[in-house]
């Protein structure tokens, strides 16, 4: 069974946790684009109603708009019923790396308004410590790219400019993204703290403490874990 296959598998269970009339978050990446769809799957056939998607990027409204799935601001709803997302490492306790999508600054904003965070992904995710496989994405505003950089190879990381099309990857709040590789975060919290402390850095993709399940898909079926 193909990764994409085992994506579309998890989110579409994931989406079974979400009821009429809520507000939802729409998280960002290739296994919320399968959630998104399949929640505008059940509004078209009419066996959900009344809901309100709240996007964590430009993407995913678009993809939202296409699939019909009503749009709102945290303006007009502060307070969101249940977010779904993907993730690019779960560690046992469900802190997360996220942010290859891009949109890590607006999913944690999304996350943490929400009153539970459904996390979908396929087996692959799952690591015992964060940092093992994926980079932590540090989102930075321009002005400071180098001087954050610096910054953060202090730390231990390998950091490196994300690019697109031979250009630096411009985030939807027009800022640029460094992918920091470690060699394993056995104590994610204090480097989570340390990272923020440099001024110029606006998030990074360190989820701690913020996910309540996760719908993990893979051999042997799809299985949920709970924090």
Known sequence: ???EELKRQAAERAVEAIQSGMVVGL?????????VRRLGALLAEGRLQRIIG???????????????????TLDDHPSIDVAIDGADEIDPQLNLIKGLGGALLREKIVAAAARRLIIMADDSKRVEQLGTRAPVPVEVVPFARRPAADYLASLGARVVVRQRDGQPFITDEGNVILDCHFAGLPHPGEIAQLIRAQPGVVEHGLFLGMASEAVVAGARGVFVLER
């Open 1 to 3: 069974m193909t990764s």
């Open 54 to 72: 709240i996007p964590t990027s430009e993407a995913t409204a678009r993809e939202a708009r296409q699939a019909g799935i009503p749009l709102g």
């Open 27 to 35: 998280g960002t990446g290739s296994t919320a684009v399968h959630a």
